[in-house]
């Protein structure tokens, strides 16, 4: 887990014990909880759902070019694997990228 996540996880569990605090004491935190949440959703940039720089078509196109990769580095097809193939190859090959940067030398050319 990153540093980023565990904040943000702490920042959702002190949110509900304001919210079980407000349930079960009655206790007024609404100011409180409001300032956790416009401070999390600041933290977050919107994102597009229309247009060709959607969030759909921009996962799509890294899907296929992930696709490309796979198969240009292991020489299997990547639309046949399962997702936890599909995922595997991802991280073998990012673990391949990595030794090359490191020696200097291409790993694994097809």
Known sequence: MSAREK???????????????????GKDNEKAVEAIDDAQFAKYKPQKY???????????KQYETSCLIISQKTGLKAKDMT????????ATIEKMIEAESKTGKQIGRR
């Open 7 to 25: 904040e943000c996880y702490d920042i959702v569990k002190k949110r509900t014990l304001l919210v079980l605090e407000q349930i079960t004491d």
């Open 50 to 60: 229309i247009g060709p720089e959607s969030v759909e078509v921009t996962t799509n």
């Open 83 to 90: 997702v936890l193939e599909y995922y595997n190859a991802l």
